[in-house]
């Protein structure tokens, strides 16, 4: 083949649908093939369309039209790579056949099946690269095609409702500090509304909740999947009999579950304290202690919101977290969202000696605490 002296400028209009549409494209080179046209069938894969499982074997077909200044004899091959979502791994290659058409200066068409298998949760754009290459082996350029796989019926699913006594207004309305975990299949983004509304309320109807980290809706992190509202609720009778009712859509219209949180609520209370009623100071450098503690909550564990404790001998007597997360080797923890919580201290030579009173609480999402109290000696 002759290779020009001149570069020629490149114009590539990439169009796909699942019909063959013309790409208009320019070889750079004056010899190499390009891809004219390319179509691939499915364009998307909805999961929840499919037979329920936890891993769903996807096909697609794969049709491009490839011209080459040489002749269509000059084709020596149409490739395909697909990438998965995070465009590091490769889940399926290969090469399309070749139908070569009646004269040279017709098009020549690749045609291919293609194969790959994800898990529920393994949705996101993946994508296709699809090239041909001549018998010299100069390369057309890439054509690029994104083939979403997602769960079309993957509605919000709200958990964790907490309420939080606010401020309370004379005898007729009260407020509360309202909020609620909300996640999706389909990611964060994909949820269009939360709501709540107070039943038993002189006002029922539902309030937009927020995710935004502003301090006029109370919400602390923007992002998080954490909505919150700031809401005054008049109670139609007695306000413990109100219920707060949490519902969500995604941006297709799909509802979530409702959870609910009554404004009367259990409060949480501890079942044992396991700390030493000593504790020896090193004669230099530093040691370690473990505290831990169990508690329960007839709402629920989730329920639990925190667990910490304060050393009451100090002037400043600041709360440190007991941590139930499983994590043995930073917070002496050795099982995850068991009720159990730890936490590891250090205590060095410099720490005053004396009695010490340790006052350990554990609150809930409502707002409610139990406290109880444990002299520690430190020799």
Not at 195 to 202: H, L, N, P
Not at 213 to 223: E, M, N, P, Q, T
Request: glycine fraction near 8%; charged fraction near 15%.
């Amino acid at each position: 083949m002759r290779i020009s002296s001149l570069a020629v400028i490149l114009l590539l209009l990439l169009f796909v649908s699942c019909e063959n549409n013309p790409l208009d494209a320019i070889d750079t080179q004056g010899s190499a093939p390009y891809l004219h046209s390319a179509a691939v069938s499915p364009a998307g894969f909805d999961l929840d369309a499919m037979t329920q499982g936890t891993s769903y074997p996807l096909y697609a077909a794969l049709t491009a039209t490839v011209r080459d200044p040489q002749g269509a004899s000059d084709v020596a091959a149409v490739t395909y790579v697909l990438f998965d979502p995070s465009g590091d791994s490769q889940v399926a290659s290969g090469k399309c056949a070749i139908i070569m058409p009646p004269t040279q200066s017709e098009p020549v068409i690749g045609t291919g099946t293609f194969s790959f298998s994800v898990d529920a949760g393994a949705t996101g754009n993946y994508r296709l690269e699809i090239s041909a290459v001549d018998q010299a082996g100069h390369m057309s350029a890439t054509f690029v095609q994104e083939i979403p796989v997602f769960r079309g019926k993957s509605a919000p699913f709200l958990s964790l409702p907490g309420a939080r006594l606010l401020a309370e207004s004379g005898a007729d309305s009260i407020r509360y500090a309202l909020s609620i975990s909300a996640t999706d299949g389909n990611g964060l983004g994909d949820i269009s509304k939360v709501t709540v509304r107070a039943v038993g309320a002189k006002d029922d109807t539902p309030h937009t909740m927020y995710d935004d980290g502003g301090k006029l809706h109370a919400d602390a992190v923007a992002g998080d999947g954490t909505y919150s509202l700031p809401l005054w609720v008049a109670p139609l009778g007695d306000i413990h009999d109100v219920v707060f009712e949490f519902s969500a859509e995604d941006r297709a219209g799909h509802p979530s579950n409702i959870a609910r949180r009554p404004v009367a609520n259990a409060v949480p209370r501890f079942i044992t304290l396991d700390v030493p009623s000593t504790i020896q100071r090193p004669a230099s450098g530093a040691s370690t202690v473990t505290f831990r503690v169990t508690v329960t909550d007839d709402d629920g564990l989730p329920d639990i919101d925190s667990v910490y404790f304060r050393n009451m001998s100090t002037a400043n007597p600041v709360p440190f977290p007991l941590y139930d997360d499983g994590n043995l080797q930073t917070h002496g923890d050795s099982t995850a969202l068991d009720g159990s919580y730890a936490s590891i201290l250090e205590i060095s030579s410099s720490n005053s000696p004396g009695v010490k009173a340790f006052r350990f609480s554990v609150t809930d999402r409502f707002g409610a605490r139990a406290d109880t109290t444990r002299n520690i000696t430190i020799n």
